[in-house]
């Protein structure tokens, strides 16, 4: 496998020899002072050229970095321009997801604060701050946005609890696992937030939570996944709302901000009747 080093001193050979590359910036985790780096770190990197469309036209280029197991090429929109991504991952296990992105749309500007400029042949990134993790901290939730989610949670595991009642599993773990889920990391999140002063990064999918959830939290946490059978994945449903609780009601009262408690008091009623409802009932 390639060292750091090594990979690094390929995409510049490559930048610096290919006049369309302007620009080079080195993004994530390779550039965060608090993350420790593993075999599995990618190389997230920004090619700032001339033509970005070339490099999806001719895509010899790939070749120079490597034999490929796999590759994958998406198009986006970045400020109105297109930007093409080319997530790459090499026989030796080095993996580099590549962007280019048109140099007349960056304009000094570097949105990304963990970024590192490794080069710029026309001195056109202006001076900013070394990488830090301040684009990725969590912020504060409003009311609003606070009162939103907790809805959600609680009427989705609603449409979970129905899903199971019926045996519909893959509609059920659906609601559970990736609507429920998202409301319940985002509170999580802002539960970590609140108890960190608002400073932390808790990574992408919230992969770091474990790192600051104490001990107890994080084992109701690992409670809320389950296997296929009907009978865990409803245990799992109610580790949910019982965990939803337990967060975010003092997580309300430190931001002074009213918690659904009338709401979650009846859902959680509801849920436990539908689940012992029989399956030839007329009415819930």
């Known amino acids: 496998m390639r060292t750091e080093s090594e990979v690094i001193d390929q995409l510049l050979q490559f930048a610096h020899a290919d006049e369309k590359v302007r620009a080079v910036l080195l993004n994530g985790s390779r550039v965060n002072p608090n993350v420790i780096k593993d075999i599995f770190c990618d190389y997230d990197l920004r090619f700032v050229v001339t033509e970005p469309r070339y490099y999806v036209d001719h895509q010899e280029w790939i070749g120079t970095f490597g034999e490929l197991i ?11 321009e297109d930007e093409y991504i080319f997530l790459m991952l090499f026989t030796d296990g080095v993996r580099i997801d590549l962007s280019f992105r048109r140099a007349e749309t960056v304009n000094g500007r570097i949105e990304d604060s963990l970024s590192k400029v490794l080069l710029d042949k026309d001195n056109v990134l202006k ?140 859902v959680l009623a509801y849920l436990e009747r539908v689940r012992v409802l029989p399956k030839d009932a007329t009415e819930i």
């Not at 796999?70 to 109105?80: A, E, L, R, V, Y």
């Open 127 to 266: 001076k900013f701050a070394p990488p830090s993790e301040a684009s990725y901290i969590t912020v504060k939730p409003s009311a609003d946005e606070f009162h939103r989610n907790m809805n959600n949670l609680l009427w989705c595991s609603t449409n979970a609890a129905k899903g199971l009642w019926r045996d519909e599993l893959p509609y059920a773990k659906f609601m559970l696992d990736i609507v429920v889920r998202q409301n319940l990391l985002k509170l999580l999140s802002w539960y970590v937030g609140a108890e960190n002063n608002w400073g932390v990064n808790l990574g992408s999918a919230s992969k770091w939570l474990k790192d600051y959830l104490p001990e107890q939290l994080w084992h109701s946490f690992e409670r809320t996944y389950s296997g296929p059978a009907l009978s865990e994945v409803w245990e799992s449903l109610f580790a949910m709302i019982r965990l939803a609780k337990e967060v975010g009601q003092p997580l309300a009262e430190k931001l002074n901000y009213e918690y659904p408690a009338s709401d979650h008091c009846n």
């Open 70 to 80: 796999m590759m994958q090429q998406n198009d986006i929109k970045t400020d109105g």
